[in-house]
């Protein structure tokens, strides 16, 4: 025993020492978001935030499509789709979300892929999030079939890819700027290496990449700091790291040395021009002079680009936009171009104003840019999920603090650093606009390294220490109502919600009836283009100086009209909203409508109709009311051809007329949120609604039932698209305040309203890869009878059928066998995380204080709902499904190009037949 004494002691010398374990560190704080590390190299990032009961939780791993390598091309995007399927302790990662009612995606970028959900705000919600993306992270179950089951949906997925000539030329243009990165292939990754995919590969990338030293999980929302960091130590802290940290990346592209071009040749209605440039990455200081250098040149309809692309009837609509990478970023430019068009002078207007057009740019265009800038960072800080969603992106670029250092870079930027900016990158030899032109005088341009992160300490020291905390607000039905208070300000009534807000925002809903829709119909398009004219521009502020002052108060001032209404949403801080208030008045009673803007915005939306006539999506839309409406019934609406005819009639003063005879406050409903008193919102309303009147006042008609369909079948061919899109739609008598209602809405969601976990989308998508999407709706009217079921299924045309028959066949199986309690339990666990995460959301409050008060109701129809959805049984919603659901009672419309896919079936089945020949 003696002679193993000696080796005995040193084999325990070299056992590391077994100490406390220290739990996270608590590495960075700025702008109350906190940073912390895990002995096994996880970072955390932690931003709670009462102000709303939701929480989002995103896991961020540093892989993305540039970490490939050969014969991966689309691996990490393998993980986007295969991880929602299952990992150890969750069989079922899809229907998991579903049952915490979370909004849920994942998505994979150049330099990372990322997996979030939201959802209601309770500690074992939570803790089921941060176990799912522990198990994600680190415990996958990664098999053969779900690697080629998901390889038929992404098939799918490159189809709709390829039927959006957007998609198509932006991908494009990083092919044609980059000969050498990474950054040239797209992170969809290509069809044939995703084919050749082997089980054994997708393991061994997992093993590589999946770990927590490769890894950031960010929680926003309504927790406490405390209880979550002890619920990551539990589910994260087993998972082993590597301490290699996260993969590095170093081939960079030489210099540009001449103009690229390309061009993309399939069917369509519309061209798109594409002007870009390459610039630093998102690190540099010269990102964000980018970013202001975009917003000068084009602001909604106004900018130097709108005016010599949009205003003078070149194209339907121009936009510019950077696209932050890490180690080079694109700047570039879009326009939408009818096929009667020139996009050869498209181009040339594009390429004179971003080359030459930066000498005229002047202070004030600097000052609405940097306004706009501020808004939208202020605006990130008011949602959970948004901020989370931009944590994440900055992380991929470098480092999360890049979103807060951008915030100081753009507050510095001065007109002589974009003109400095422009003729250092905007120019002949940085250009990609899809063609090669060879140029002896061209200049090298060759992007500037990023610094060292550690520059920008100094930056982030400027940020201020804390933010302001809200108090607590109860958003239960009861609670909501309770907060609620009522008053007549002249002739509209007026729902206030008082509550804190982050931000001190607040939401003002405004709801104006009009005469009817018999009345309405034949002047809607005037009504429509009132609508989009009013808000750009007042007689105080002309277009430009309007959009500035909106920008510098934070706020903004939305008008929409309708066969039923006209409705006002304006979003404000409390601090402006009284000049807010004004202009929206201005806009409202006194609108400054000139032949110019009316010409501009038919000649926009003329473009618009014309270039989206053979989307899949729109043509839907126009043709489902046909299976519904007959001629005559405004609710059937406008052809594309009888909306252009409608456009091309109209007059400054048919635009005025329609104002004067419909637009009044008199049976005006408003709603409010956010911290006013009555006394307050009266002061801020009463110059809007006194004396306003209109010469046909407002009624509330009631929207009639449709009994049953007009027709069984439209069928719209679209040649070229891959993609098909067939919707299913049954008529019903059912209202919102039926009391079968609940058991409806139980129905549709066990069967098809989860678009991954719900019976049918779970059968035609998940186990038969037959499409991209596949869910449905149940549509119930607050005022009248009216309602719907709709089912949808997104295919190639030639899977189209085969979807179909499997959705008829699951509600004939519903129909005869039902539902089942766990389906039905899921469905109440689902339906109170849901609604629950939904009301906790300002302008939906806002809006449904005025659809509630329009439709005789109140906040007890949502305890309503909630209590009668609570108390269902099996044999309620098997009831409900015998009563209302009826193949038989189906329309159905389908868009697609069915055509092309049997003479490529044909085709398929010769040859065959040629291949059973040779082999006899």
Not at 27 to 48: D, F, K, Q, S
Not at 657 to 662: I, Q
Not at 715 to 743: C, F, I, N, W
Request: glycine letters at 8%.
């Amino acid at each position: 025993m003696k002679l193993f004494l000696p080796a005995l002691l040193v084999a325990l010398a070299a056992l590391p020492l077994r100490a406390e374990d220290p739990g996270p560190v608590l590495t960075a704080e700025h702008l109350g978001i906190r940073e912390y590390r895990m002995a096994n190299g996880l970072r955390v990032l932690l931003y709670p935030d009462a102000t709303a009961p939701k929480i989002s939780v995103n896991l961020t791993v540093l892989v993305g499509s540039i970490h490939e390598g050969a014969g991966e091309s689309g691996m990490a995007h393998v993980f986007e789709h295969v991880l929602f399927h299952s990992a150890e302790g969750f069989p079922d990662i899809a229907g998991q979300l579903r049952s915490l009612g979370a909004n849920y995606n994942g998505s994979t970028w150049f330099e990372r892929t990322n997996y979030f959900e939201t959802f209601a705000a309770s500690d074992i919600n939570l803790e089921t999030a941060i176990s799912m993306e522990a198990a994600r992270l680190g415990r996958a179950v990664l098999n053969e079939v779900d690697l080629k089951r998901e390889g038929k949906i992404v098939e799918s997925e490159f189809d709709m890819g390829a039927s959006s000539p957007h998609r198509m030329v932006v991908m494009g243009m990083f092919g044609a700027m980059f000969d050498f990165h990474a950054y040239a292939r797209s992170p969809i990754g290509t069809l044939e290496d995703f084919k050749a995919l082997r089980i054994e590969n997708v393991r061994s990338f997992y093993k590589r990449y999946y770990r927590p030293d490769n890894a950031l999980l960010i929680v926003t929302g309504k927790f406490e700091i405390d209880p979550a960091l002890a619920l990551i130590t539990k589910h994260f802290g087993g998972l082993q790291g590597t301490r290699e940290g996260r993969p590095a990346y170093t081939t960079r592209e030489p210099a540009s040395m001449g103009e690229r071009r390309f061009t993309i040749r399939k069917p369509g209605e519309a061209h798109v021009v594409l002007a870009a440039y390459r610039m630093p990455g998102a690190a540099h200081a010269d990102s964000a002079t980018a970013d202001v250098f975009c917003r000068m040149l084009v602001s909604g309809t106004s900018g130097p680009l709108h005016e010599a692309v949009v205003a003078k009837g070149l194209a339907g609509s121009v936009e510019i936009e950077t696209m932050p990478l890490q180690m080079a970023s694109p700047l570039f430019v879009l326009a939408t171009v009818p096929k009667a068009k020139d996009p050869e002078a498209v181009e040339a207007a594009i390429l004179k104003v971003m080359e030459t057009g930066a000498a005229a740019l002047t202070e004030e265009d600097l000052a609405r840019a940097k306004s706009l800038l501020e808004r939208d960072f202020e605006e990130l800080f008011n949602s959970a999920e948004a901020l989370a969603l931009g944590l994440s992106e900055a992380e991929s670029s470098g480092s999360w603090k890049l979103l807060l250092v951008r915030r100081e870079q753009t507050k510095a930027v001065t007109l002589a650093d974009v003109q400095a900016f422009a003729a250092k990158y905007i120019r002949l030899e940085n250009r990609v606009v899809g063609r090669f032109t060879p140029d002896d005088a061209a200049a090298a341009v060759l992007p500037e390294r990023e610094p060292d992160l550690k520059t920008y300490e100094a930056l982030l020291g400027k940020l201020p220490k804390s933010t302001k905390a809200v108090k607590e607000f109860d958003y239960t039905p009861a609670g909501i109502q309770a907060a609620l208070g009522w008053s007549d300000v002249g002739p509209a009534k007026v729902g206030l919600l008082r509550k804190e807000v982050k931000g001190d925002r607040v939401q003002v809903e405004i709801f104006l009836p009009l005469a009817g829709r018999e009345e309405i119909f034949p002047r809607l398009v005037a009504g429509e283009a009132l609508a989009s004219l009013m808000t750009e521009r007042t007689k105080a502020l002309e277009k430009g100086a309007l959009k500035t002052r909106l920008a510098k108060l934070k706020s903004t001032i939305a008008v929409g009209v309708s066969l039923e209404g006209a409705t006002i949403s304006i979003g404000a801080t409390k601090a402006s909203l009284k000049e807010v208030m004004a202009i929206a008045g201005e806009m409202l009673r006194s609108p400054e409508i000139g032949e110019g803007a009316l010409k501009d915005l038919v000649q926009r939306s003329r473009d618009r109709i014309n270039a989206q006539r053979d989307e899949p999506m729109v043509a839907i839309q126009t043709a489902i009311p046909g299976l519904l409406f007959p001629d005559g019934d405004p609710r059937r609406g406008l052809t594309p051809d009888q909306r252009i005819a409608a456009l091309e009639a109209l007059t400054v003063e048919s635009v005025m007329d329609f104002h004067r005879t419909f637009l009044g406050a008199d049976g005006a409903v408003v709603g409010v949120v956010g911290d006013l008193s009555a006394d307050e919102v009266k002061s801020l309303l009463s110059p809007l609604v006194t004396g306003w009147k209109a010469v046909k006042p407002g009624v509330l008609g009631s929207n009639a039932a449709v009994d049953k369909i007009l027709q069984p079948l439209i069928v719209v061919e679209t040649p070229g698209k891959p993609s098909a899109v067939s919707v299913m739609v049954q008529p019903l008598r059912l209202s919102a305040s039926a009391p079968d209602y609940p058991a409806v809405e139980a129905a549709g969601w066990v069967l098809f309203m989860d678009m991954m976990s719900s019976r049918i989308p779970k059968k035609v998508r998940v186990e038969k890869a037959l499409s991209y999407a596949t869910g449905g709706m149940v549509v119930a009217d607050p005022r009248g009878d009216f309602g719907m079921l709709i089912l949808f299924t997104m295919t190639k045309p030639e899977n189209a059928a085969r979807a179909l028959e499997l959705i008829r066949t699951e509600l004939a199986a519903a129909l005869k066998d039902g539902v089942t309690p766990e389906e039905l339990a899921d469905f109440k666990t689902s339906y109170l995380n849901r609604v629950s995460q939904e009301r906790a959301d300002d302008s939906v409050l806002a809006d449904a204080i005025v659809t509630l008060k329009v439709a005789g109701r109140d906040f007890g129809a949502w305890a309503t709902m909630d209590a009668a959805s609570a108390k269902l049984t099996v044999e309620d919603v098997n009831a409900a499904i015998r009563k209302y659901f009826d193949t038989g009672a189906m329309g159905l419309v389908q868009v697609g190009d069915f055509a092309g896919a049997g003479k490529k079936t044909e085709g398929k089945a010769g040859e065959d037949e040629e291949e059973e020949e040779d082999g006899e």
